[in-house]
Antibody
Framework: EEQLVESGGGLVQPGGSLRLSCSAS????????MHWVRQAPGKGLEYVST????????YYAESVKGTFTISRDNSKKTLYLQMSSLRAEDTAVYYC?????????????WGQGTLVTVSS | QSVLTQPPSVSAAPGQRVTISCSGS????????VCWYQQLPGTAPKLLIY???KRPSGIPDRFSGSKSGTSATLGITGLQTGDEAEYYC???????????FGGGTKLTVL
């Protein structure tokens, strides 16, 4: 059974940094693109970032370009999101998402999410 | 402001049919496949439709998707109270080189 477990969320001050992790199991992690999608409280889904299966290609939403970095360690079956220069607008539940086997930009399986709160 | 445009809400009675529209442009829906996601209250989203029309295993055939030009539509027949959820369309935007979502549509089954 596929499973994605996010961790690393919490309260951080504006301007601070945080690293999210997503531990994967139940599928061959190294063969799938992976994504981060966030959802601010009471708001809709917002795309954040994508990494290809081997980590060689990465994509970012304009809103996080230059401040967030996606990476993966296929030997540890873990996806990461390094977030810096955090602002209140980055407050959201961050979901780790596995791509579909048919196409890398289909968001197939979602973790339960980890809440990041940016506040002083 | 979302790149893809959805109605904020739709409603219908149990057993009826409802459609949810999703409008975009040539850089997203017009040249890429569309997916639909269902988010039940308090849960993570779930893939409902991929590649415009296909259903993942376990998704009942009451759910259907279609695409024409720069718009896509999700259809739900035989509405049940358990279908009450937020529905999102999503695709890739080739100009932005980023994923994009609609703002979400809240379905109420009266």
């Amino acid at each position: 059974e596929e499973q994605l477990v996010e961790s690393g969320g919490g309260l951080v001050q504006p301007g601070g940094s945080l690293r999210l992790s997503c531990s994967a199991s139940g599928f061959t992690f190294s063969t799938y693109a992976m994504h981060w999608v966030r959802q601010a409280p009471g708001k809709g889904l917002e795309y954040v970032s994508t990494t290809s299966a081997n980590g060689g290609a990465t994509y970012y939403a304009e809103s996080v370009k230059g401040t967030f970095t996606i990476s993966r360690d296929n030997s540890k079956k873990t996806l990461y999101l390094q977030m810096s220069s955090l602002r209140a607008e980055d407050t959201a539940v961050y979901y780790c998402v596995k791509a579909h086997h048919s196409n890398w930009y289909y968001f197939d399986y979602w973790g339960q999410g980890t809440l990041v709160t940016v506040s002083s | 402001q979302s790149v893809l445009t959805q109605p904020p809400s739709v409603s219908a009675a149990p057993g009826q049919r409802v459609t949810i529209s999703c409008s975009g442009s040539s850089s997203n829906i017009g040249n890429n496949y569309v997916c639909w996601y269902q988010q039940l209250p308090g849960t993570a989203p779930k893939l409902l439709i991929y590649e415009n029309t296909k259903r993942p295993s376990g998704i009942p055939d009451r759910f259907s998707g279609s695409k024409s030009g720069t718009s896509a539509t999700l259809g739900i027949t035989g509405l049940q109270t358990g279908d009450e959820a937020e529905y999102y369309c999503g695709t890739w935007d080739s100009s932005l080189s980023a994923g994009v979502f609609g703002g979400g549509t809240k379905l109420t089954v009266l």
